[in-house]
């Protein structure tokens, strides 16, 4: 029997660098992603890609060393079969939609399809995220946050996901009608196992040294900090957790010009406080701001490149490298031929 599953790649729209703090974000589906397409039987899990080169071939038992396997994109299917533990093994290949390296987790869609196509539990959808999560740090050792694999797997429809990382509760939060969301392609490649966003993670942590943990501090706790570049990591954490559920306010009350105002302002945080911005994606967001129907942009992930995300009226002409349009779309699924 044959099978097909899907994991969609995302945007957050508000809340970057607070998942691994234990914050706040505000990711949603989109219409991009990773399908699988196979069959289940055997030993071993086989999958190509139409995107890569080289074939994926990884026994159910898993192996020893999952950053060590050839080729590279297998290493995540390498880390998920050990965190899954299936029974049975698989043979398909693997399609893609989304541009890697663009900041719309890619990585993260390949690693919840491969799940779900080995029978993840995503009756449970946490408990699916963090294996993937573990996968992502164990392929290729970067200490992500569990908002991405999250969001694949348990975006619904029309809603954008408000994700505690603390407790892991969730909130879909419904988007207005009469606005759409435009992801636009900066030019720059971003590669986070080569970046330093492993710094930033431990910059965070430091100031957690000093005013305690980050997802319960005030932006006036983080002012107190004497390191002006800790000071600056904590008052972008504090305050993005702030505008998460503002903006989540702003998109169920139709306050579009305030929530586009909000967008602006965790911009200018993400390029002046965490310094995970570029002078290619500030123009961007500069440039399409003075666009009519536009309400507001901001980069969108944990920058260093890769995509920005416009909140506009529907059918707002939007000129550059336009990567998807649209509204909210639906978590992972699983299909049989």
Known sequence: MGLRAWAPGRVNLIGDHTDYMGGLALPMAIGL???ITGDRG???????????????EIPIGGVEDPSAVEPPWARYVAAVVDEVKPTDGLVGMVHSTLPAGSGLASSAALEVAV???LGADRVNPAA???????????AVGVPCGIMDQLVSLAAIEGTALRIDCDTLELEHVPFPDDAEVVVIHSGQHRELSGSAYADRRAECEAAEQVIGRLR????ADAEAIEDPVLRRRARHVTTENERVDALATALTSGQLGYAGDLLVASHA??????????PELDELVG????????????????GFGGCVIVLCKPKTRI????????????GASLSTT
């Not at 003075?290 to 969108?300: D, E, F, L, N, S």
């Open 33 to 35: 992603g990773t399908e």
């Open 42 to 56: 055997g030993n071993w899990v086989m999958l190509g890609s139409d995107g890569f080169e080289g074939v994926a």
């Open 115 to 117: 799940a779900t196509a």
């Open 128 to 138: 699916a995220a963090q294996a993937c999560q573990r996968a992502e740090e164990r």
């Open 216 to 219: 319960d501090a005030s932006p």
């Open 269 to 278: 945080s993400m390029r002046d406080d965490f310094e995970v911005s570029t």
């Open 287 to 302: 440039t399409v701001r003075g666009v009519p129907g536009v309400y507001g942009a901001r980069v969108t992930g944990a």
């Open 319 to 330: 000129n550059g490298p336009v990567v998807w349009r649209g509204l909210p779309a639906a």
